[in-house]
C-alpha cells in the first residue's frame, strides 16, 4: 500500500500525524507530508483510519 496527501487539499488539522505518526509527519508550517510514502503492513489499519479521519480528505491510499 502506498500513500500520498495531497498538498492543495491539506490544511494543517494534524489528525493523520496524531492517529499514525510513523507514516504521517508535520512540517514545520503545519501540514502533512508521508515521511513512508509505502506503508508496512504493521501499519496500514492505522494509515487507513487517518485517511478515513482526515477531514479534508488529503490522504489517498493506493
Ligand atoms: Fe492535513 Fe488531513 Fe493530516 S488536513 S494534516 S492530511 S488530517
Redesign the pocket.
Known amino acids: 500500500m502506498n500513500v500520498t ?1 495531497d498538498e492543495d ?9 496524531a492517529l499514525c505518526p510513523e507514516v ?1 509527519d ?1 512540517s514545520d508550517d503545519g ?2 507530508t508521508a515521511q513512508q510514502p509505502e506503508v508496512p503492513q504493521r501499519l496500514e489499519q492505522a494509515a487507513r483510519t ?1 485517511a478515513t ?4 480528505r ?2 489517498t491510499l493506493h
Not at 487539499?9 to 500525524?17: D, K, T
Not at 479521519?53 to 479534508?56: I, R
Request: aromatic share 10%; with cysteine; proline share 5%.
Open positions: 496527501v487539499r491539506c490544511r494543517g488539522h494534524g489528525v493523520c500525524s504521517f508535520l501540514y502533512a487517518a479521519s482526515c477531514p479534508e488529503a490522504i
